[in-house]
């Protein structure tokens, strides 16, 4: 913190909280207040209960936790591996087509999901690419809005890389198959476990795509959480959306463990 003197570090702390509580903590402190409780009395909820825990961790809301990560982690290691490997070849072209390289990835970022939702609907919705109404689908979409993130984050990591090792290594006599896979790679090992984890909570969170796109037998989640709202069981949505955030977290802890121990190899 660059304040030296007490009362400033003060003042700080406390437009930190200012900022902090009523923009991020307390909306969420609500949440899991409503996912405890009964019913609504003044301004907070009151009754409190765990039996909403009860509906959100079996049946249909454990199917929609359970397809939530399949579609996570299936979209995330995808998006991972085709991000990487166009931030990888990227570096050996000009520097105009890298820059169209890039503009053709962040093109998902640049529309609303729900226009990435319907361009996927319409492009495999006809043969040979036929996999409308399967989890496929949805897969698919996920895919395309991680990998914007996968490449924008791996392609800035590169320029951070101290092209030293990898000289050191060639002029060693090391083949370029070789010091992609034993230095540049484990290099950037640390960033690619951070892009994995974003990849995986931006996904666990996407809603407007998958809205359009999701058949009866693939529901996640976050579309139970919109569902149960939507017909006015907010009690029990509230628990679903914990039970979300709380899964997205648990994996978000095990991604940064296994950063810290790569950033220390």
Known sequence: MLVHSRGAKWAVWALFLLLFLPLFALPLLVVLGASLATH???VLPSGPTTAHYAAATRGEALQALTTSLVTAVTASLIALAAGTWAALAATALRRRHRK???ALFVLPLAVPSVVVGLATLVAFSQPPMLINGTRWIVIVAHTVLVTAFAHQSVSAALTRLDPAY???????GASP???????RLPLLLPSLTAVAGLCFALSMGELSATMMLYPPDWTPLP???YAATDRGALFTGSAVAVVLMAATLLVLLAVSRIRTRASYR
């Open 166 to 172: 990898e000289q050191a290594a060639a002029s060693l």
């Open 40 to 42: 609504w009395s003044g």
């Open 223 to 225: 579309v139970l959480v």
């Open 177 to 183: 198959a070789y010091v992609l896979w034993r230095v």
């Open 100 to 102: 169209v390289l890039d």
